[in-house]
């Protein structure tokens, strides 16, 4: 089954063990070798920005563009295996020549530094996707770690991004945003956005995760969530279980229509015991899946094809 996954920290890992790691074949849970193995067609690589961790360092816009550096560089070095993609046709055309294609995104909108300018010229640079908030209040909006977030709308420049991102052709990616920024999204966006790693909070009851209503309304705009594989996300338990997975799938099946459902599995950002250890076992999950009687394109739609929709809706 070919794969899609719109979430994973491995670049911001090979940039911080900059002489022990490369993207060809590391000791993380993705690779190329492991993409190979999983019969990807795409991976979402994100720019990962931890602003506490950067404060006495560099600027966020400094500490990103270093950071995608490196991500191009591994790109040109492995260019036999792996290609950037911009929009869909780039994914159809390193499909048809055997590669894998390498879609950029920044997990922080503070890398923006709160001037349209740097998400222009971020998208020269090939980027595509915009979390716009992580674990902290930014120049874009507030996250949804905290009550007194959650209600907390988009900024007056917030708004102008969603519009700009609108008009470049990139994907807007509500994960981490609080729950009032996301309305605001779902109101201002004329496109499809996404959560590219969140799950249901129906099922489990974590901020991070989307209420029934928010993924009725994402299912409306056209959108789609990745299910996030970190054990916190799923359930109770300290492993990440596929189990806790299908209950998410089925209840968002359920509620927002298999058209909705997409992989985040957020590999790289997460520290959790996993049943699924590394994106090479993702075949667990689709053995899973039809065990529980979904249908071959029903998987197809989880897998890739949501995904691959929205690619060809959105990106320019």
């Not at 070919?2 to 074949?25: G, M, P, Q, V, W």
């Not at 076992?281 to 897998?303: G, P, V």
Request: hydrophobic share 40%; proline share 1%.
């Amino acid at each position: 089954m070919k794969l899609i996954d719109l979430h994973c920290d491995t670049i911001y890992r090979i940039f911080n063990n900059e002489i022990l790691s490369n993207l060809r074949k590391n000791q993380f849970q993705v690779d190329i070798e492991k993409l190979k193995r999983a019969d990807s067609i795409a991976q979402f690589f994100a720019l990962f920005l931890d602003l506490e961790e950067i404060d006495k360092k560099a600027s966020p816009l400094e500490h990103c563009l270093a950071m995608l550096d490196r991500f191009y560089q591994e790109i040109d070095r492995n260019k036999d295996q792996i290609a950037i993609a911009k929009n869909y046709q780039d994914l159809i055309t390193n499909k048809k020549n055997n590669k894998i294609s390498a879609f950029l995104s920044i997990e922080e909108g503070e890398a923006l530094e709160g001037t349209l300018a740097n998400l222009r010229n971020f998208y020269r640079l090939g980027v595509r996707l915009i979390t716009l908030t992580w674990n902290y209040p930014n120049s874009i909006g507030y996250p949804n770690c905290k009550k007194e977030y959650m209600n907390k709308g988009l900024s007056t420049f917030g708004k102008k991004v969603i519009s700009e991102m609108n008009h470049l052709g990139m994907l807007i990616d509500v994960s981490h945003l609080s729950d009032g920024g996301f309305y605001d999204v779902a109101k201002l966006s004329s496109q499809p956005f996404i959560a590219s790693h969140s799950n249901s909070r129906s099922i489990r009851d974590h901020s991070r995760n989307l209420s029934d209503d928010m993924i009725k309304v994402l299912a409306n705009k056209g959108g789609i969530m990745g299910i996030n594989f970190a054990a916190d996300f799923l359930g109770s338990s300290e492993i990440s279980r596929i189990n806790d997975m299908i209950k998410h799938i089925s209840h968002i099946k359920k509620v927002g229509g298999i058209d909705v459902i997409a992989i985040g599995s957020d590999f790289d950002g997460i520290d959790c015991r996993l049943e699924i250890n590394n994106i090479a076992k993702i075949a667990r999950l689709t053995d899973a899946l039809k065990k529980a009687n979904f249908t071959f394109d029903e998987i197809e739609k989880i897998c890739y094809k949501n995904a691959q929709r929205v690619i060809k809706e959105v990106l320019k």
